[in-house]
């Protein structure tokens, strides 16, 4: 049985509560999964700014994958916000209004990346609860159903597997560039959605190969 974390995925839309994300670290549970076959989504969304109940999402991108490897297509979709986009946003993930200016409406993007995901994939994102609150969010405000999927936080999991990283003098050794250039995984497109995501994929595939001894020991695993 999956023993899963209940995180507040904080704040309410237009008086609707959103509803937690349904992370969980329980990861040789996590692992077994894997294993057996399940798919997983990674996912990265590039947005206005931190708060989903004001700000947008501008971008949303996503791999999918399983023990075999990638699935299908990748998801990569720009979105056309309702306000201008900030120019230290622009200055970060290199999106401006003009890339935006005859991309769809957030409501078409999160449905489509809501039927992309499905039911049953477990999602994967760096700092997890950011993004899972924007999508649920945007969900909330078109009307449709959020996501409920269980959810890999890789920050989370990445200071489980490598907890010595803490005690380095350079702080921020856990950002998912940091991480990723540690562990020699290429990054060709920094702070755009799609490459984050694979990043973010490979960073999972990553610690899964580096704690798997730890995976395989009787007793929890928390």
């Not at 329980?26 to 700000?55: P, S």
């Not at 984050?196 to 995976?215: G, H, N, P, Y």
């Amino acid at each position: 049985m999956l023993q899963n974390n209940q995180a507040e995925c904080g704040g309410e839309i237009g008086g609707i509560k959103i509803e937690k994300a349904r992370l969980f670290r329980a990861f040789r549970q996590m692992a077994a999964l894997f294993e057996g076959g399940r798919v997983f989504v990674a996912f990265d969304t590039e947005t206005t700014g931190l708060k989903a109940e004001n700000d947008e999402i501008l971008e949303i991108g996503a791999v999918k994958f399983n023990r075999d490897g990638l699935i299908g297509e990748s998801f990569n979709r720009l979105i056309k916000p309702e306000h201008p986009i900030p120019a230290f946003i622009t200055a970060i993930n290199h999106i401006d209004d003009e890339m935006v200016c005859g991309c769809p409406p957030v409501a078409e993007v999160v449905k489509d990346f809501s039927a992309y995901v499905g039911k049953k994939a477990v999602l994967v994102a760096h700092n997890a609860r950011f993004d899972v609150k924007f999508v649920n969010a945007s969900l909330i405000k078109s009307g449709l159903p959020q996501l409920e999927n269980l959810t890999v936080d890789t920050l989370t999991f990445s200071r489980w597997a490598y907890p010595l990283l803490a005690n380095e003098p350079e702080k921020g050794q856990y950002k998912l560039q940091s991480l990723a250039k540690r562990f020699g995984i290429e990054v060709r497109n920094a702070h755009r959605a799609e490459d984050d995501a694979r990043v973010c994929m490979e960073l999972f595939l990553r610690i899964l190969k580096d704690t798997d001894s730890v995976q395989k020991r009787k007793g929890k695993i928390t």
